[in-house]
């Protein structure tokens, strides 16, 4: 054999054990054969794409299909806002309060604030405008912010102290701020019912 020539792997082995397959035990035999069909396998699954535009052709797919539910779904609430309106953090998250708005939302009513459990804020529905049913009790997730001895504060919105009363409107299951929840006012009240369809 001409040295200038690779060696093949397999001829090597063989020089340097020269043991036939039939002389092997069974389970050497079986994870020979395995071994071989998977290297058979990976060399006739190999296309020469790098894996990487493989992967990222996997990521194109992927986000691909969320948009689509996204869009064929029923529509998502409209995110939460975080910044209240006349002032807040400042990050300028708020949809500007309108009664248009208002009304763009799943529930609005007059509750007294019962009940807080970590995120959850429960309140007893004293007027419901519109999605809720008055005489009910309901809680709903609320992006609290702070803690002070008289209560907790919605992020973005008034701070809830047990039996007092507010107006609260949202989406889902969520609380919205910004205006949209807040402490009860006669006048506001009044234009709430108002805008009940």
Known sequence: MDSSQPRDPIDELRRANPMGVDQLPTSSRARIWARIEETRMA???QSGIPRWAVALSGVAVAVVAVAAIQL???PAPSPEP???GGGGDGVGMCIQYSIEELKARDFAFDGTFTALNGDQATFA???AFWGVEEGT???LTAGIGMTSEQGITLDGG???VAGERYLISGDDIYAWTCGYSLVYDPAVAAEWAAAAP
């Open 43 to 45: 060399e006739n699954t």
């Open 72 to 74: 064929s779904g029923s």
């Open 82 to 84: 975080t910044d209240p």
């Open 125 to 127: 529905v004293n007027t």
């Open 137 to 139: 009790s309901i809680t």
């Open 158 to 160: 008034p701070l809830l």
